[in-house]
């Protein structure tokens, strides 16, 4: 049995506390134990305590990692990303810097339509050696749980293409995926004369096939003016609850097109976007217990200005959630640091706040919430060491390497000295 001993931590971000999402004053405890240690036997965390009972404690033939005085924290959860596809939209960033709006450039053939045309043509192969790349740069920053979307296919061969790469992704890198289908991406072209056969196709194809072939936990959809409107919604989303799968919603993020709604309507497990969300949409969300993923980067990314209503969502006691929206479209970075200095400047979230939706409650917006997102006796040892003193510091430095060591199940698996 191989036991890992973690030691001198000037704080262990451990997030110990209830067994469910944490909302309201809850967000702001993280349950700093400073000076702090762990064991973790084969994995899995045994002891959560200070250093010097640690090194008491330890076996004799416990590997020993000394933090050096250095934040450790759970490793990060990130709720909602689309790392697999082929290509960029380097052009398409230029033209935005240029003044031409995201709609815009999806109604000239760009934006996902663009990003699908190059999918469908790579292989299995190529996309998971690029998607492997994308895998790097998450360990890198710290993140070691990442939900991933399908959505880059939009017919039945390339939908269950992408969602195989994921599926073969976690035999082939130390970070574990959430695999979601969203084939509800957008409508391609070649329907865009006629959508509702998209959506039957999507309903009566695609959704049975991934799940008879077990490929994703969740089914997501692009709710939105120009993508699927809400009855569409409301069909597709019904049609993958019947089939088992946990809702997830792309909701109100150019329009407030009363998406939050219909995800309180459906009892979907989170709301993503929502920049655009009211009051309406905040209070039915607090009702159904829907999770809101706020996604601050994509709001840069696009040079928009109008972010999430954070402080209100957790004033309201909704269970707050942060991730980076990775894409190569909107939001093309995989640092969750990063997110939580926007979340604190743009969305005046504590840094405390931003720690715990970017662990804890994420982990709970993914049912793993049991096993991973804090650092307690029981969970996974995935856990990361930033080259700081304070936890703070993540969100008050941004643009620089900040990671020291990250750890998957108890095995090192960045190494950044």
């Given at each position: ?7 001198n ?30 064991l ?5 965390i ?6 010097d ?10 590997e ?26 380097v052009?398409e960033f230029?033209?935005r ?10 109604a ?47 017919s ?12 073969d992704?976690?035999?082939r890198t130390?970070?574990d995926f ?6 509800a991406h ?12 998209y ?6 194809e ?5 799940a ?24 597709i ?20 097109s ?14 993503d976007?929502l ?13 159904a ?14 040079g ?5 209503r954070a ?10 959630v942060l991730?980076t ?14 997110v ?8 005046k ?6 720690v ?22 029981g ?10 003193e ?13 990671t020291?060591?990250v750890?998957?199940?108890g ?5 950044l000295?």
């Open positions: 049995m191989k036991t890992l001993a973690l030691v931590a000037s704080q262990l971000v451990t997030l110990g506390g209830p067994a469910r999402p944490r909302i309201g004053s809850e967000m702001d405890e993280l349950g700093l134990l400073r000076n702090g240690g762990l973790a036997r084969d994995g899995i045994s002891s959560i305590a200070t250093s009972e640690i090194k008491r404690t330890a076996p004799d033939d416990a020993f990692v000394d933090a050096g005085e250095r934040v450790v924290l759970p490793g990060f959860v990130d709720a909602h990303a689309h790392p697999i596809f082929a290509g960029d939209r052009d230029e033209l810097v240029r003044g031409v709006t995201y709609e815009e450039i999806a000239r053939g760009g934006g996902i339509s663009s990003t699908v045309r190059k999918t469908r043509a790579a292989t299995e192969g190529e996309l998971c050696r690029q998607a492997l790349k994308h895998a790097r740069w998450f360990l890198q920053c710290g993140t070691t749980t990442l939900e991933a979307k399908s959505g880059y296919g939009l039945v061969a390339d939908e269950l293409k992408l969602l195989r790469v994921i599926r992704l976690k035999s130390p970070l959430v695999p979601t289908f969203l084939g957008a409508v391609p072209d070649e329907y865009a004369a006629d959508s509702e056969r959506v039957n196709l999507v309903i009566n695609m959704l049975p096939q991934v008879r072939d077990g490929l994703a936990e969740y089914c997501d959809i692009f709710c939105e003016r120009g993508y699927f409107g809400i009855e569409p919604s409301r069909k989303l019904g049609a993958a609850k019947q089939q088992g799968f946990g809702l997830r919603m792309h909701a109100d993020q150019l329009t407030n009363g998406a939050a709604v219909l995800a309180a309507e459906l009892s979907a497990t989170t709301a976007h920049e655009q969300t009211q009051d309406d949409g905040i209070a039915a969300m607090e009702r217990r829907v999770q809101p993923v706020l996604l601050p980067g994509s709001v840069y990314a696009l928009k200005f109008r972010f999430p402080r209100d969502m957790i004033d309201a006691g909704l269970a707050v991730a929206d990775f894409n190569p479209g909107s939001s093309p970075t995989p640092s969750i640091p990063m939580l200095s926007l979340a604190t400047t743009h969305m979230m504590t840094p405390a706040e931003g715990t939706a970017a662990t804890i409650n994420a982990a709970y917006s993914l049912g793993r919430g049991g096993n991973i997102g804090s650092l307690e006796a969970k996974l040892a995935n856990f990361a060491i930033f080259d700081y304070d936890y703070r510091e993540l969100a008050y430095y941004f643009g620089l390497p900040q020291r060591s750890y998957v199940r095995e090192e698996v960045v190494a000295r």
